[in-house]
């Protein structure tokens, strides 16, 4: 087990594009969640999945965001549109159906948009 | 809704020395968890050590330890002996507990500590 992946590790986008960000989460986690984390600020949730349900979305989740977890293994979370406030290391954490306060977090997606 | 506050941005210590770091929460809940994470540079976010509100005695994991004051929302890390790699961003974190599980962390906003050789 090799520890919660996330895809890519570094995105430089446009103004205006689309982007989509991957998550595979330790194996046989039964939680995941998306957390974004701006500079010099801890990490904010934004969403998260049982197993393939979506159980809540933060308020700060417009609706250019959207998160899948489609088989209840890996997930995307896509931004549309992308606008320059998107700027920002978005965190993947999956944790277990044993302890479900134990969460272990990705490396992170770090996107810039010029 | 929670909130985390840790008001100290910076700290630095001595290798081998003592340091404190502070948390302070807000919230009307009596099921819930408290977490001290560990983010060094460019790397994953780690567990540190983790506190259930509902135990009076305070967490330890080797040379980390909690104060925490459960009437004060307080929930100090007590990091003795520091070492070199112990250098990272400090991050204080709440978790609510209900029927159905464990719910989403809430942040503070992080005290980056130095341990200088």
């Known amino acids: 087990d090799t520890g919660v992946s996330q895809n890519p590790r570094h995105k430089i986008t446009k103004r205006g594009q689309n982007v989509t960000f991957r998550c595979d989460p330790i194996?046989?986690?039964?939680?995941l969640y998306w957390y974004r984390q701006t500079l010099g600020q801890g990490p904010e949730f934004l969403t998260y999945?049982?197993?393939?349900?979506?159980?809540?979305k933060s308020r700060l989740l417009s609706d250019r965001f959207s998160a899948e977890r489609p088989k209840g293994s890996f997930s995307t979370l896509e931004i549309q549109r992308t606008e320059q406030g998107d700027s920002a290391m978005y965190l993947c954490?999956?944790?277990?159906?044993?302890?479900?306060?134990?969460?272990?977090f990705g490396q992170g997606t770090r996107l810039t948009v010029v | 809704a929670q909130t985390v506050t840790q008001s100290q941005p910076e700290m630095s210590v001595q290798e081998a020395e003592t340091v404190t770091l502070s948390c302070t929460y807000d919230t009307s809940e009596n099921n819930y968890y408290l977490f001290w994470y560990k983010q060094p540079p460019s790397r994953q976010m780690i567990l540190v050590i983790r506190q259930e509100a509902y135990k009076q005695q305070n967490a330890t994991e080797n040379r980390f330890s909690v104060n925490f004051q459960k009437a004060a929302k307080s929930f100090s890390l007590k990091i003795s002996d520091s070492q070199l790699g112990d250098t990272a961003m400090y991050f204080c974190?709440?978790?609510?507990?209900?029927?159905?599980?464990?719910?989403?962390?809430?942040f503070g906003k992080g005290t980056k500590l130095t341990v200088n050789p």
């Open positions: 194996s046989e986690h039964n939680r």
């Open positions: 954490a999956s944790s277990p159906r044993t302890d479900n306060t134990e969460a272990f």
């Open positions: 974190a709440f978790m609510k507990i209900t029927q159905g599980g464990s719910e989403k962390l809430v």
């Open positions: 999945f049982q197993n393939e349900a979506q159980l809540e």
